[in-house]
């Protein structure tokens, strides 16, 4: 049995008359980028706005470039570091030993 709604499915505005109803669209043009892994993607882009040089890839998310021969280097990332890798990286082992040293006698009650 039918509800009675004669317009279900569709929405407010959608009709069949399309752009002589909203008015002319604005002129568009289409750029291809091309990330390191081949990837191509077309962004539609206003005639009279400003192409960026980078375009993030729709599919894998590195940078995408407008040169099909030499696309933009995937981002590097960092491993992982540890609190002891960055306290490493500030101190050497002799600077480590005396800071040692110094906090123990400290406990001791030697200072």
């Known amino acids: 049995m039918a509800s009675g709604n004669a317009i279900r499915g569709s929405r407010v505005g ?14 568009r043009l289409r750029i291809s980028f091309w990330c390191s892994n081949g990837h191509e993607t077309q962004p539609s882009f206003a005639h009279d706005a400003q192409v960026p040089d980078t375009w993030d890839c729709p599919r894998c998310g590195f940078p995408a470039g407008q040169d099909k021969d030499s696309p933009p280097d995937p981002p590097r990332t960092e491993p992982y570091k540890t609190h002891l890798a960055y306290v490493r990286e500030r101190r050497s082992d002799e600077d480590g030993e005396a800071i040692l040293a110094e906090a123990l006698a400290k406990l001791r009650g030697e200072i």
Do not use: I, T
Request: glycine share 22%.
């Open 14 to 27: 959608a009709g069949p008359m399309g752009e002589a109803e909203r008015g002319e669209s604005a002129p």
